[in-house]
């Protein structure tokens, strides 16, 4: 029983000790925003993509430990979007390590991209309304 006491107690501590590290959520907003600048500063001047493709970093969400960040972009046109995620993922190491020069903190967030899924929901609903919009004109 008292061994098993410990345990909990340890892992308790354990947990705690984590809580206390984390960054608070200010601190993870300016993290995101620092982010956003410099990824979308990295991929206009040092990632090259086909001509044609617009490749736009939309956000960057962070995780709340800070070790992690999501990078979400849009691709226009829609239908090159799995080519430039593909590009990004090539490039992701590359990427990794000018941020890990520019940034003076430790540990720098591992980027991951991601579509963002929000962008092509915003694009649906404003050709829908301007759909309406045309239908209600005639």
Avoid at 36 to 45: D, G, K, M
Avoid at 50 to 65: E, I
Wanted: cysteine-free.
């Amino acid at each position: 029983v008292a061994s098993l006491l410990a345990m909990t107690f340890e892992m308790v501590s354990l947990g705690l000790k984590n809580l206390l590290n984390m960054p608070s959520p200010r601190r993870v907003e300016k993290l995101s925003n620092l982010l956003r600048e410099e990824l979308a500063a990295i991929l206009e001047r040092d990632i090259e993509f086909p001509d044609g493709m617009l490749v736009t970093l939309t956000r960057v969400a962070v995780s709340p430990d800070a070790h992690y960040a999501s990078a979400m972009i849009s691709v226009l046109p829609e239908k090159a979007q799995k080519d430039a995620l593909e590009i990004l993922r090539k490039n992701v190491y590359d990427i990794q390590q000018i941020l890990n020069r520019r940034l003076r903190m430790r540990p720098v967030p591992k980027i991951r991209f991601v579509p963002d899924e929000g962008e092509a929901k915003r694009e649906r609903v404003e050709k829908s309304l301007a759909e309406l919009k045309q239908k209600e004109n005639l």
